[in-house]
């Protein structure tokens, strides 16, 4: 069975993530080549935690498997909570290469990305109602206003809205999947198009990552983490 490391980076993007592999005396020479040169047109990448595993191919592909709908295509780009995948990795069997077990063990680092996962999964719901983001046409240069309808802690798109048919970095597999299903020829959705999340939604809009929680306003302009924030 061949040992191995494998890895989760965050990047610059916000929820974008990268999980790797390497060999047993690869990997600190391929933490310093992504943290310093990037990876996929993507910069600031910082590793967050790495263990040695038996199969490492296997699980490596397992974890590929798992995540698939989030995947960028073509890609080893996630877009995930850092702290899922965290919390996967260190409930592996292996020795924990980073961060140093002398500075914090491994199972310290499945509870702190345990409990942040369950904070995460908790954080406020979004009222019944509808939200708006301003998007730059860049054929008018002007700005446009998008919507997007919540109904019983779902995130609808509207049949109508007009969407950025340029696809970027950190847009799921499972995101471009419905652009491609409900997005005609001219960059409109043909259907009301129903997400899990805020994120997934403006993902959807502007055909990249997307933090929703952000981007995503009230009527009163302010973003719908504030939702989050007044949860007990």
């Keep these: 069975m061949a040992r191995g490391i494998i890895y989760v980076m965050k990047t610059v993007v916000p929820g974008l993530v990268k999980i790797g592999k390497t060999g047993l005396t690869n990997f600190d020479a391929r933490m310093y080549q992504l943290e310093h040169n990037g990876y996929f047109n993507v910069a600031g990448l910082k590793r967050v935690f790495a263990i040695e595993v038996e199969d490492y191919d296997e699980k490596e592909s397992m974890l590929d ?15 995930l909570d850092i702290d899922l995948v965290v919390q996967l990795l260190s409930s592996f069997e292996g020795k924990q290469v980073y961060p140093a077990p ?3 063990t491994k199972a310290k680092v499945f509870q702190t990305a345990t409990t942040a996962v369950q904070s995460n999964q908790h954080q406020g719901i979004v009222p019944d109602g509808t939200y708006h983001m301003a998007r730059k046409n860049k054929a008018t240069d002007k700005m446009q206003k998008k919507t997007m309808n919540v109904v019983g802690g779902k995130f609808i798109v509207p049949a109508g809205t007009v969407v950025t048919l340029q696809e970027g970095a950190g847009l799921s597999a499972g995101v471009k999947q419905l652009r491609d299903l409900y997005v005609d020829d001219n960059g409109v959705s043909t ?3 129903e997400f899990s999340s805020p994120s997934s ?3 959807f809009v502007i055909g990249a990552y997307c933090n929703g929680w952000d ?3 009230a009527a009163d302009g302010k973003p719908i983490s504030t939702f989050r924030q007044g949860d007990d």
């Design 191 to 193: 259907e009301d198009v």
């Design 65 to 79: 498997d798992i995540f698939s709908r989030s995947r960028v295509p073509n890609s080893e780009l996630f877009a």
């Design 201 to 203: 939604a403006g993902s």
């Design 102 to 104: 002398k500075t914090q």
């Design 215 to 217: 981007t995503w306003k």
